[in-house]
């Protein structure tokens, strides 16, 4: 056991000591706070690139009820003085926005039924992609505009009321849905490129130390098993260190964003006002921010986070002690990467249904469970049976993937030159040395 706490101490501090290391996991904790930030920068692009839309009618009161349907799309609206007898684009039109001075025009006009009509002009690409977002807000305004008597008896009715009364005991509202998705999202992507690189790095790191020969040193005076626990156990805590400043990183964020974006209002708020700027903001962490933490999630996303790093750190190593350069990694490993290709994919999926069939009984599969069950618990309330059989069998998968890795690794680890043929492999296996 000595032995091997020192493999494993060694394989942290070679790591983390790295400038690699040091500078990727500063920049990538600084880049999760920033993308707390990111909707607001976003959000102040989109206002001063809005899309520039000019409307043309055949009198004051349709262009008002049009320019009044179109206020809520995010277009930056102005309202020409032509008059517009027809589905034609002016030519004075037509050459302002030949010299940009607008995006797309929309020309209202009455069809030889007498009914409101429109014809859209979108120059840009992007105008072009809202011409579906156009039609629907300008229905309000067709309405309005054929209901003769009956205008003001449409206009209140439109006015309906529409209240949201949320039965869902993950979520009280749409904003805070988008929220939490977008925060599962996130971690869900730090968990697919984690399992991933570190997986890789356990590959890299037998088939470096067999490209300097030290495997042949350390082999006459360690067991290979203890090598091969070295190595993943090593890297594993690397991991584990960058994941949990990763973590504390995304809770900063969650924080950010919840005081940013949060959308509750409680009477502190109302006291907050008058109070300094820095008492107000802290109201706003507290009651806001802290609640959209997800701590839980944060919690799972460790545990599957091993489950699913040993699962694969397990097969990574046993190929890479077959192989003898850091390139032969990516061909070999490709087929060994489908299951949590397609774990991520299906993940993407369970964002939103996380209770269809396929992602449901694939949450209790080793190898993809691991995405998918983290993913299922971070977006709806699974129960406890599930999650046991989840973790259950991807402990059982990892305990039998490192029985046929240690097997290979104690072979393989002395195996250099070309890369291994299947027959080869299936050899090494039945070897007992």
Do not use: C
Not at 27 to 42: D, E, K, M, S
Not at 214 to 225: D, F, L, N, Q
Not at 309 to 336: D, N
């Amino acid at each position: 056991m000595n032995v091997t706490w020192i493999l494993i101490r060694r394989e942290f501090f070679e790591r983390v000591r790295q400038k690699s290391f040091l500078w990727g996991t500063a920049l990538g904790a600084v880049g999760i706070i920033l993308l707390a930030l990111l909707p607001l920068l976003l959000s102040s692009f989109s206002h001063s690139n809005a899309t520039r839309l000019v409307i043309l009618a055949p009198d004051a009161a349709t262009a008002g009820d049009t320019l009044q349907s179109l206020k809520s799309t995010g277009y930056a609206v102005s309202v020409s003085s032509m008059h517009a007898a027809g589905p034609e684009l002016p030519t004075a039109l037509r050459n302002a926005m030949n010299k940009d001075s607008y995006d797309a025009a929309l020309v209202a006009y009455r069809d030889d039924h007498h009914r409101l009509a429109y014809a859209y002009y979108p120059k840009t690409s992007s105008a072009l992609q809202d011409s579906g977002s156009v039609q629907d807000a300008v229905q309000r305004a067709v309405l309005l505009g054929d209901a003769g008597p009956q205008r003001d008896a449409i206009e209140r009715s439109l006015k309906f009321t529409f209240d949201v009364h949320s039965l869902n005991t993950r979520y009280k509202n749409e904003a805070d849905e988008i929220f939490s998705i977008g925060i599962v999202y996130f971690l869900l992507v730090i968990l697919y490129i984690a399992v991933i690189v570190y997986g890789m790095q356990v590959a890299q790191g037998v088939i470096e130390e067999k490209a300097n020969r030290i495997m042949e040193i350390m082999i006459g005076a360690v067991r290979p098993s203890q090598l091969l626990a070295g190595k993943i156990f090593g890297i594993s805590a690397v991991a584990l260190l960058q994941l949990g400043i990763n973590a504390v990183a995304a809770a900063i964020a969650a924080v950010i964003a919840g005081v940013l974006y949060g959308t509750s209002t409680t009477a502190a708020h109302a006291g907050a006002a008058g109070s300094p700027l820095a008492q107000a903001a802290m109201a706003r962490v507290i009651s806001e921010g802290l609640p959209s933490v997800p701590w839980a999630t944060l919690g799972f996303l460790i545990v599957f986070f091993f489950l699913g790093f040993f699962s694969y750190a397990a097969i990574y190593a046993g190929i890479g002690s077959l192989l003898s350069k850091p390139e032969e990694v990516q061909q070999y490993s490709t087929v060994f990467m489908v299951p949590i290709v397609a774990a991520y994919i299906l993940a993407i999926f369970a964002l939103t249904q996380p209770d269809i069939p396929i992602v449901k009984w694939g949450s209790m599969i080793p190898l993809v469970s691991p995405l998918l069950m983290f993913t299922r618990i971070s977006t709806t309330n699974v129960p406890w049976w599930q999650i046991a059989i989840s973790i259950g069998g991807s402990l059982l998968a990892i305990w039998a993937f490192t029985l046929f890795a240690g097997k290979l690794y104690r072979v393989g680890v002395l195996m250099y030159g070309k890369p291994p043929t299947i027959k080869e492999i299936w050899r090494a296996l039945r070897s007992p040395a």
